[in-house]
């Protein structure tokens, strides 16, 4: 139920907003889209953005704040890699379910230039996509080792990320960011908009920022943990 | 704003100049007043923060850099933190933690029999740990932190909120559990029956600094007895050790033993002398010639009592 609320709401506002721009007020095209490619950008940008990242980056700044960090130190496991595996469990199953009516989709109802090998190269650019949004998010989260509370800056992030995703609109006017491979990129390439070799160029654009992300959490984590007080007992 | 970047900084010093060593296997006992530093001791020798200053080696590592072998080594339960995953039966949370440590499949489930045996919580393990009351959820924590058998264990007041029970059924199976296995343990409390009953020696704190190392006896002194009498009128305690020539660090008002409040009453005219076996006569005397007796009794010097002294800093150990 919760995966469709957030794939209707958005949905619902997007048609709305396309329907009052394309058929109230007469525009043919908008950023070089049409209503029915707006239309087919809608039913898309709503699949991958339900594999976008969740709310680990929160957890771990509650983490720090409350003391429970310490569990996860004084054990042989990744910090990092074990907060983010756990929560990309649902994820994963929720692209599968998405990959499945996404190809259904693609052979029924979007353009000719759509296919299943499409769908399922720009799932994977989706998932590399929450990758890069936890990650960006551990980095934010580290803040909380000197302010004590980040929630504000994460919640600012979540916000950002909401408009510069491509969730609400499509980014054809917005300078490239990691932020593209979250929902743009993808419903980009699942519709045929991207060629097969931008595909790639944006698949390496996609480690190369998973790359430095996981630098930078290396760093900004390295420093903050010596800042770590273990609050609670 | 300017607080956000520039924050107002107070030092406070946790521990000064604490050193000691601890010989493998052996179960030691880390006591202090409230705040004296001792859960940041063992956050310090468990890795979770760095010391400022010196330098800290548990089983031969640095425990800051937490290298994996060093962790899969160690434990640590805190009885006012929960280690364990809420939302999960006993079991998955066991099976998580098997994972985590590698544990072999056989000595994993003979290792979950034994100890849930030993606890006597074989019949929860199917239960979510929320719903598990504190005791029970005690014994979860201390069967997780050591499923794969740690060879030092630290405990930060895990007998806290257990009933006498509960408490004397974990005690016992520490004290089995660092005999059998030869286990180094560590435990900080504040009830005294778990320092008389498990630990060879005691590091007392008080104030950051170490004021005794040595052995829980080693705190009674040999032929000490505590001389309670009652006056009819409430004694001047200068007084009392002007006439009997003792000192006032062993003169004490007796708190009440009826009072069910935490913060214990003074008994009306009740007072202490901690004497050695040949002084209680003499003193009694002196006494019944400055004032009237209501009622007198003679104690063994208590642990408890002598720690509570130690530390108001009535008494040096």
Redesign the interface.
């Known amino acids: 139920m919760e995966i469709l609320g957030n794939a209707i709401v958005p949905a619902a506002i997007q048609w709305v907003l396309w329907y009052a721009i394309f058929k109230t007020d007469g525009a043919t095209e908008l950023a070089g889209m049409t209503y029915v490619q707006m239309l087919h950008y809608t039913l898309v940008s709503v699949l991958f953005n339900q594999v976008r990242g969740g709310d680990q980056d929160f957890e771990l700044a509650e983490m720090i704040r409350t003391?429970?960090l310490?569990?996860y130190?004084?054990?042989?496991?990744g910090l990092i890699q074990f907060i983010y595996i756990r929560g990309v469990a649902s994820k994963l199953l929720i692209s599968a379910l998405s990959l499945a009516i996404g190809i259904v989709l693609s052979v029924s109802v979007l353009s000719s230039e759509a296919s299943p090998l499409r769908m399922i190269g720009a799932m994977l650019l989706a998932l590399l996509g929450n990758v890069i949004h936890f990650q960006i998010g551990a980095v934010l989260s580290a803040m909380a080792f000197r302010?004590e509370d980040a929630y504000g800056l994460l919640m600012v992030k979540n916000m950002a990320v909401s408009i510069l995703s491509g969730e609400l609109l499509p980014l054809n006017l917005f300078p490239e960011s990691p932020f593209y491979l979250y929902v743009f990129g993808p419903a980009q390439y699942a519709l045929g908009e991207w060629t097969h070799l931008e595909f790639v160029r944006q698949l390496g654009v996609a480690f190369l920022w998973i790359f430095v992300l996981w630098v930078l959490i290396r760093f900004t984590w390295g420093l903050g943990i010596?800042k770590?007080?273990?609050l609670?007992? | 704003m300017q607080l956000?970047f520039k924050p107002e900084i107070q030092t406070h010093f946790a521990l000064k100049d604490v050193s000691f060593n601890v010989e493998p296997g052996s179960f030691v006992g880390l006591i202090g007043a409230n705040g004296a530093g001792k859960?940041t001791l063992l956050?310090i020798l468990?890795?979770?923060?760095?010391p400022t200053e010196g330098s800290t080696r548990v089983l031969g590592y640095n425990p800051f850099e937490?290298p994996?072998d060093f962790?899969?080594k160690?434990?640590?339960v805190?009885?006012?933190?929960a280690?364990l995953w809420w939302d999960l039966p006993a079991n998955d949370a066991f099976d998580l933690?098997h994972a985590?440590?590698d544990i072999p499949d056989k000595l994993y489930r003979e290792r979950v029999q034994i100890l849930s045996e030993l606890l006597d919580v074989k019949q929860h393990l199917q239960t979510q740990i929320r719903r598990l009351s504190l005791g029970e959820r005690m014994k979860m924590e201390l069967i997780g932190a050591i499923l794969h058998w740690p060879s030092v264990i630290f405990l930060?007041e895990p007998t806290i909120g257990l009933d006498v029970m509960a408490a004397a059924k974990l005690r016992e199976f520490l004290k089995v559990f660092n005999q059998r296995e030869k286990s180094t343990i560590i435990l900080t409390s504040h009830n005294m029956d778990d320092i008389e009953r498990l630990c060879s020696r005691v590091l007392i704190l008080r104030a950051g600094e170490l004021i005794y190392d040595g052995k829980p006896a080693g705190l009674l002194r040999e032929g000490e007895r505590r001389l309670k009498v009652r006056f009819s009128l409430v004694p001047d305690l200068e007084e009392l050790s002007r006439i009997t020539r003792l000192p006032l660090n062993q003169i004490s008002v007796a708190m009440s033993e009826r009072a069910e409040d935490p913060d214990l009453a003074p008994e009306t005219g009740g007072v202490y002398f901690t004497l050695k076996q040949d002084q209680i006569v003499p003193v009694l005397q002196i006494l019944m010639q400055h004032g009237t007796i209501i009622d007198m009794g003679i104690e063994e010097q208590s642990l408890e009592s002598v720690i509570q002294r130690v530390f108001e800093g009535g008494i040096k150990p």
């Open positions: 003391g429970q310490s569990n130190l004084i054990r042989p496991v302010w010596k770590y007080v273990s609670g007992g | 956000l859960t956050k468990s890795g979770l923060i760095p937490r994996l962790r899969r160690i434990a640590l805190m009885g006012q933190k280690q933690l985590i440590y930060d």
